[in-house]
Every structure is written in C-alpha cells, then in structure tokens.
T-cell receptor
Framework: GESVGLHLPTLSVQEGDNSIINCAYS??????FIWYKQESGKGPQFIID?????DKRQGQRVTVLLNKTVKHLSLQIAATQPGDSAVYFC??????????FGSGTKLNVKP | NAGVTQTPKFQVLKTGQSMTLQCAQD?????MYWYRQDPGMGLRLIYY???????DKGEVPNGYNVSRLNKREFSLRLESAAPSQTSVYFC????????????FGQGTRLTVV
C-alpha cells in the first residue's frame, strides 16, 4: 500500500463512545483481510478477520465491515476503552499467504 | 508457548557492518515473513518463506538476504548495513492454509549510524 508518511491519521474518541476506523485496500483480488492492533513497542496483534465472501463479521466489541465494490474495510469498536488506544492496521492477502499492510490509524481514547 | 521469538531486541550498527536477525516460531507454521516498519508507516514485506527450503522476495528485498534454516527458524541478514535500513524489523509466521492470520514477534529495533 501507499505510505502516508510520518504522520499517521489520528482518531480521538471519548471513553465509552464507539470508534470507526477505515481502511482502503489496494487489490480487488484480495480475498482475506485482517485488522491488527499495535501498541507502542510491541508487534501487531490479531483483532479480527474477514473473508471476501462475507460483508460483516462480529467479534467481542469489534465488528469488521467489508465493501468490495469500493475496496473498503472498516473496524468498529464498541464502548471504546483506554486500553484500546493503539495504532490499527488493516492487512490484505492476495498473493499466496503474503500480507500487505495499510499505513495505520492511531486511536486515541480520552478518559 | 512462546509464539514468535526474535533476537536481538535492539541493535546499533555502523554503516557497512553486517548482522543477522534471528526468528523462531513454535507453532509448527509453514509460512514465515520478515517485515520492516518505519516511523508512521505500515509494515512492508521484505522476504517471506512459504515452506522450509523456499524463500521469495517481498516489496523491499534490496540489501537483505534470508535463510529458512528449518521449519522453525527464519533469519534475515544485512550484509552491509546502510542508514536507510534503520527501522523496526518484525518476524511473523502463519499456518499452512491461505487465509490464516499471521502471528508477530516483538520486533528488533535496528539503528545504523
């Protein structure tokens, strides 16, 4: 994916509100998508995944929506908590098992 | 169950020095990956290995070599380090089938001066 440079998009939300993080993916042949959470100084951690034959998938407090028509993913976090503060990446898989990552969105949860 | 383990966690190199980053996974995964992450950016794939004995280039392979030593271990070598290789390096592994998540190590923070 294309880099957005040194400044990550930042989403600031109040604790308890819902958060929506968006991602545009690059390849219409991608058939598997993952959202990762990366806390400062750590490696990315799996949050939720979705296959291209689905439009929506729900986990615990998280929902991923997939719109293949416009190549768009979103991650919805319900009742956002301070522990949700992190950088969130979407990743797409279209070439064997190689994963290609977006540039990320920083989520800042205000208490 | 340690998952994916990377060593070292931190390293400072002088320009022109060489070093090898080590990665091991204990999940019996076939696929392993090396990514680099620069400030404010996503992860970019350097090399990957679909199975023991095979490796292939990713998006940014120049200046790097890899070795899939066995099913567990996948190393990344910088033969002649350059300041442009200052980055955080992540190793990851994933299962056999397509469409399985990748598990990441904690990262190696490399500075080349």
């Amino acid at each position: 994916g294309e880099s957005v440079g040194l400044h990550l998009p930042t989403l600031s939300v109040q604790e308890g509100d819902n958060s929506i993080i968006n991602c545009a993916y690059s390849n219409s042949a991608s058939d598997y998508f993952i959202w990762y959470k990366q806390e400062s100084g750590k490696g990315p951690q799996f949050i939720i995944d979705i296959r291209s034959n689905m439009d929506k998938r729900q986990g615990q407090r998280v929902t991923v929506l997939l719109n293949k028509t416009v190549k768009h993913l979103s991650l919805q976090i319900a009742a956002t908590q301070p522990g949700d503060s992190a950088v969130y990446f979407c990743a797409e898989n279209y070439n064997f098992n190689k994963f290609y990552f977006g540039s990320g969105t920083k989520l800042n949860v205000k208490p | 169950n340690a998952g994916v383990t990377q060593t070292p966690k931190f390293q400072v190199l002088k320009t022109g020095q060489s070093m090898t980053l080590q990665c091991a996974q204990d999940m019996n995964h076939n696929s392993m990956y090396w990514y680099r992450q620069d400030p404010g950016m996503g992860l970019r794939l350097i090399y990957y290995s679909a199975s023991e004995g095979t490796t292939d280039k990713g998006e940014v392979p120049n200046g790097y070599n890899v070795s899939r030593l066995n099913k567990r271990e996948f190393s990344l070598r910088l033969e002649s380090a350059a300041p442009s290789q200052t980055s955080v390096y992540f190793c990851a592994s994933s299962g056999t089938s397509r469409g399985t998540e990748a598990f990441f190590g904690q990262g190696t923070r490399l500075t080349v001066v």
